[in-house]
């Protein structure tokens, strides 16, 4: 895996590629954007291009966003960029010293067509197809097949694929990527446990924050809290976010105290609702990194996560408590966090997420673009 380091000196054109991105999406959003920010902050031009309801093009004070017109996914409130040239023709227009595409699926072919124009180009792999399929499909049987020819050419048509963990890197072994590790980070000055304190009560506060759709496991997170509230532990676990899953989780509750507020709009207001929490729960075994892990940390609140995935990368046990995906081995572990000592655990927390910062994430990010841009001039440039 190649390392990352020093800042290019030239201005850089970046072009910036997803799907998947809409007003209430969470991680990957937030990466995107954090990282954007960063580019035009160190004086770099940066242009987005996402789907939207409709054709759109707006100037901000960090950079270009394009949203390309496109159709919903059923059930879902995500657009897909169908048509993957109405994205290279916005790309035609800026014309990038380099693209960076976070999309496995409809927007691949960009890398095909930057390597015809010798534009540099970077995949920015923010999920593990093979993981999330067989939880979908609930089955391994013929996944990893069918997943890992799609791994290999993909590594053939981008230039770099950028992972953010071990656990991400692991889906492209034997395809010959020339695989970047570059960790995320978080807003410690959003993020921070000044925010706020959970109530001194008695009663075992949980929060899980994030989207409430299948892939990201909001069943397990759910489940594993009830089965605590089985056990006869007076707690409270507060759900905050949106998504098609949402009848299936309340009917998982039950009559367990479980409380879900919808999606929570401004990062202020969620860092106080991760501060408010004894634990936030971040149980994906399928996650490749885990915003939501390092928020909750930042704010001082540790986590409980499984024992395997991006997100376990993360919790060290000095912050917090891992165990095997299943609701009754999580319960363990919840039992397990909430009998360790509180100022020292939420110490721990915050010097563990303050191992992150986005300063660090974006310095690594030029660092690759600059060179790409140096090894593929372009023909249009």
Request: aromatic share 6%.
């Amino acid at each position: 895996m190649s390392s990352t380091e020093p800042t290019p000196a030239s201005p850089l054109r970046i072009a910036q590629l997803a799907n998947l991105v809409g007003p209430v999406s969470g991680g990957m959003r937030q990466a995107i954007n954090s990282l954007g920010v960063g580019y035009a902050e160190q004086g770099h031009e940066r242009i987005v291009v996402i789907p939207g309801e409709h054709d759109r093009e707006t100037e901000t004070e960090h950079g270009i966003v394009v949203e390309v017109g496109s159709p919903k996914i059923p059930g879902y409130t995500y657009r897909l960029i169908w048509q993957p040239w109405k994205a290279v023709d916005v790309l035609k227009r800026f014309r990038p010293t380099s693209v960076e595409v976070s999309d496995k699926w409809t927007l691949s072919p960009v890398g095909r067509w930057a390597r015809r124009r010798g534009i540099g180009s970077a995949l920015f792999s923010h999920e593990r197809l093979d993981r999330m399929a067989s939880m979908f499909l609930r089955r391994q049987f013929g996944v990893e097949t069918v997943i890992g020819g799609l791994n290999r050419r993909l590594a053939q048509e981008f230039d770099a694929v950028v992972v953010t963990s071990q656990f991400a890197a692991d889906e492209f072994a034997n395809t010959g990527a020339n695989l970047i590790k570059v960790p995320l980070g978080v807003d410690l000055e959003t993020f921070r446990p000044e925010v706020g304190t959970p109530d001194d009560d008695g009663v075992l506060k949980l929060c899980y924050v994030g989207r409430l759709s299948h892939e990201k496991s909001p069943q397990l997170a759910i489940s594993a809290a009830v089965e605590v509230h089985r056990r006869g532990i007076p707690m409270r676990m507060d759900v905050y976010g949106t998504g098609p899953d949402l009848a299936e989780l309340q009917e998982i509750a039950e009559d367990a105290p479980v409380i879900f507020h919808g999606y929570v709009d401004g990062r202020d207001e969620v860092a106080k609702r991760y501060a408010a929490a004894d634990i936030s729960l971040s149980v994906c075994p399928a996650e490749t990194f885990g915003l939501a892990v390092l928020e909750a940390l930042a704010c001082g609140t540790p986590v409980v996560t499984s024992d395997r995935g991006g997100a376990r990368e993360l919790v060290d046990n000095t912050c917090g408590e891992w165990a095997y995906p299943d609701p009754i081995s999580l319960a363990d572990a919840i039992e397990r966090m909430r009998a360790r000592p509180v100022a020292e655990t939420r110490a721990a927390a915050r010097a563990r997420a303050e191992q992150y910062s986005w300063s660090r994430s974006v310095a690594a990010m030029l660092a690759m673009h600059a060179r790409l841009a140096e090894t593929h001039p372009g023909r249009d440039r």
